[in-house]
Structures are given as C-alpha cells and as structure tokens.
C-alpha cells in the first residue's frame, strides 16, 4: 500500500537534473512508478532549455553538472515561483547545498541516498511551497508578476510609472486610481500590477465586481451590516471596505452601483470611515481604491447615472487602457508573450507564430481584445498539434471576411496607433459629425458649435455626403 507521501506524487510535473545516467534514471523510474510525469536533463544547458520551454512543480537539481553548477540555474532566477527546487549534493558539497538553499531551494539530499526517501524528502517541500503560497495569497492575492508594456503603450508605461512615483512617496494615504478601458484590456491585471508594486504590496488586494453584486445586498457586502439589520442577518458581517483596510479594494464596474451607494463609496474615500448597515459607529478603514470601468464615465456624469463629486475624486489617478486595435506591431509581441505562457502552463513546446498567422492577428480587430487574444492563441495551440502556430489554426476572420471595422473616433484616445492597414480622416470626420448631430438631436447650428465650425461649413459637409448617398441624422 502507498504511503500519503507517495499518494501526493501522482500528476506532479518533475524535473531531474543529473549527469549521473543511473542514478537519474533510478530517479525516474522510481517517480514515475509513483504517477509522477519526469523529466531528465543530464546538464545545464538541456535543462535551461527545458526551463525555458515547459513549467515543473518540482526539480530534483545536481549542484555539479558537467558544464556548469545547478545553483547558477537558482541564481539566474530560471526556475518558476512556483517550482520547489531539491538539491543534490555530494559528500563534502555541503556548502553548495547551502548555497542553493540561501537561493531560494526547499531542501536538499546527500548523496548516496536512498531512492525511497525521495517521496518523503519531495511531500516534505510540497507542503512547504503550500504553506509558503498560503501566506503568499494572504498578503498579496493574484500578483501580476509582470506586465506588457510595448512602444505603443509607452504612454501609459509613464503614466504608471508616475504614479508608482508618488505612491512610494506619500506611502500612507494613497488617492484613488480610475482605471478605464473597453471589456478586454487588462485593467484588472493593472490594478492588481499596481498594488503589488506599490507600498501596500503586503496588505490585502480585494476585489469585487459591482456590476454582479444585486441591488439590495451591495450595501451589505461593501460596508457590512450589524446583527439585525435585516431579516437574514443573524450575526454581524464585515464588509470589503474593512477587510481590505490596509490594502486595496478594487472596485469593477463601479457605475454598476446606485448613486446613493455612490455616495456612500465616496463617502468612505474622503472620510477613511464607514458605518455598518444597522449600525451607529463609524468605523476606521485605511483603504486605498482602484476603481476600473469599460463606460465613459464623463457621459455617464452628463446623463445623470454617475456621480460628478465621485468622478473628479477618481479623476486625479486616472489610467486609460488602449483597446488591443490601436497596439499595431505590439500586438505580436504580445502575442509572443502569451504563446510562451501558455506553452508553459500546458507543458508544451513553445511554437513560433507563421507570417501568415501573424499578418491575421495585426488585421483582426480585436473586440476582445487582450482576453480575446489570449483565449484565440490558447485555442489554437490546445487543440492544434504542430510545430508552429499556423494562419489555419485561427478561427478570428480577416479585413473583408465580416470582422468588425475599427471606431473611427479612436484617433481622439490617448497612446492612439495608426493600425497596419491604414486610417481614414474622412470617416473620423463624418463620425465627429454625426456624433455631434445627435448630441444635438440633429440642430446644425448646435452641432457647428460643438465641433467648432461655421453653420455654412457644416451645411456644406453635409451637402456632400447627402450627393454621396451619405445619409446624415439631419431632420
């Protein structure tokens, strides 16, 4: 019968490093014997490649391999976070063990060892790499390790950058941030990036999207209620705002919310303070928020369904998110980017991306965008078996095979890329037009106004796109 230890093997990714032929494949044998899926590398350079390639939960590591010790892999930082490293060690390498272990590996072995020992010295740094995650995800839940920033975000690589800056600055009481961007674009990775390279990395990261929380419970989840308070609360509740005190709350969606409980949101940014439903004490809360949304909220403000004292307290920090179309030759190195994880988390062989598939991703569009993308090449490289990512493996459709056309209007956003296959100034043009027409439910000389133009100017553009069979909004 299996011991617990040797239970916990099964469906574990495990790397052996060693030049010593028999002893890895003892190794090997004895580990896969156990449902574990290993891997031999004989030196360093094969296995740097495969480190490169594919992701492991644990490595069996030789401190001396025949062209190079194994702690430089530990000191080049070529493991993943989240790979346990064990070290190998012969008699009198005690300081390398020591080394490696100063390096970041869970334990180590000294050889000669016995085979049977592995499950046991290998459950040993499994539970250590699950509490050390444990307290990871208690001080900063869901890191974005990195994040892309190519030329054409350049912009808001700056823009972060500043408030970073000031963050580290001031270090205590930090202003909101208001993070906008289309469905798709990563203003939670960005929240969550932001955090954790901020001075609150170590507090709680919170998060919630508003726009899933229903009408009548988002107080009570927010702010938290007192026993009493309604029907179902038999025993007092701590809201978000209390749990993340200290830390960050991110709040998605926050249009989502009614403007009564807007104001308690804003409320609880200037005051640092918040009462519990039920309740009658004020409660400290050091809370520092993200607010992200896919709306303009400067419309929503004009229409009456956001709060204009909330948007200028969100507006000092405020970071907008490009959508994937305006990225132009970055969206291939994104992809790259994406590839490579991907492979690695589904332990596959990293696939280069063809010409033809490459000039498909510069044309689509992207409605998705970034989570588009990374669903796209994740479907391709899943379900696909080849050596490369090929222009047949996509399913997204090119210029003239019904894809949606980009908004004009993009050019008027900021870090705005002109895309591969060129930008029409007539149609922002005419968009600026009809925009303006509707605003001014079809008034020219409203409209002329607005977008700084004689009456008789505005008539004439109009006049031409009537000739062209244009129709306009003007009734």
């Not at 010790?69 to 060690?89: D, N």
């Not at 920033?149 to 941030?177: K, N, Y």
């Not at 291939?332 to 994406?338: F, G, H, P, Q, R």
């Not at 922002?428 to 303006?436: C, E, G, K, P, Y």
Request: proline share 6%.
């Amino acid at each position: 019968m299996l011991s617990m230890a040797e239970r916990t093997l099964a469906g574990l990714a495990i790397l052996v490093v060693a030049d010593d032929t028999l002893l890895r494949k003892q190794i090997t044998a004895h580990l896969q014997a156990l449902g574990a899926d290993v891997t031999g590398a004989a030196t360093f350079e094969s296995a740097q490649r495969l480190l490169e390639e594919l992701e492991f939960d644990f490595a069996l590591l030789d401190v001396q391999l025949p062209d190079g010790l194994g702690t430089e892999l530990l000191r080049q930082g070529k493991f993943s976070p989240h790979t346990g490293v064990i070290v190998m060690t012969g008699h009198g390498g005690i300081t390398g063990a020591v080394e490696a272990m100063r390096l970041g590996a869970l334990d180590y072995l000294a050889k000669p060892f016995e085979i049977e020992e592995l499950p046991l010295v290998l459950e040993r740094a499994r539970r250590a790499r699950q509490s050390a995650r444990l307290d990871q995800h208690r001080r900063a839940d869901l890191v974005e390790p990195t994040l892309f920033f190519g030329p054409a975000l350049a912009s808001l690589q700056a823009q972060v950058e500043r408030i970073l800056a000031a963050d580290r600055r001031m270090q205590t009481d930090l202003p909101p941030v208001l993070i906008e961007g289309e469905t798709g674009t990563g203003k939670t990775s960005l929240a969550r990036w932001l955090h954790h390279q901020g001075p609150r990395a170590t507090q709680p990261l919170v998060e919630v999207n508003c726009s899933a929380l229903p009408e009548t419970l988002a107080e009570s989840e927010l702010f938290g209620h007192e026993r009493g308070a309604f029907t179902d609360a038999r025993t007092a509740r701590m809201g978000l705002f209390e749990a993340a005190d200290g830390g960050t709350l991110l709040l998605d969606e926050l249009p989502s919310l009614s403007l009564p409980l807007q104001a308690k949101v804003l409320s609880a940014i200037e005051d640092r303070r918040i009462r519990r439903v039920g309740g009658n004490k004020m409660i400290p809360v050091n809370v520092r928020v993200i607010a992200a949304t896919n709306r303009d909220l400067k419309e929503l403000v004009a229409r009456g369904l956001f709060r204009q004292d909330l948007y200028h307290r969100l507006d000092l920090y405020r970071i907008h998110i490009p959508p994937l179309r305006q990225w132009g030759q970055d969206v291939l190195k994104l992809a790259d980017v994406l590839v490579r994880r991907i492979c690695q988390r589904h332990r596959l062989p990293v696939r280069p991306i063809s010409s033809a598939a490459a000039q498909r991703l510069l044309a689509y569009p992207w409605p998705g965008n970034v989570r588009e993308l990374a669903h796209e090449l994740e479907r391709a490289i899943v379900f696909e078996d080849s050596p490369e990512l090929r222009l047949e493996h996509l399913q997204v459709t090119g210029p003239g095979q019904d894809s949606a056309a980009p908004d004009p209007t993009d050019c008027l956003r900021p870090g705005f890329v002109f895309p591969p296959q060129g930008f029409s100034l007539e149609a922002t043009v005419n968009r600026l037009i009809d925009m303006a027409l509707k605003q001014t439910q079809g008034n020219v000389s409203q409209a002329a106004r607005l977008l700084g133009v004689t009456r008789d100017y505005l008539r004439y553009r109009l006049s031409n796109r009537k000739a062209a069979n244009q129709p306009d909004e003007l009734h």
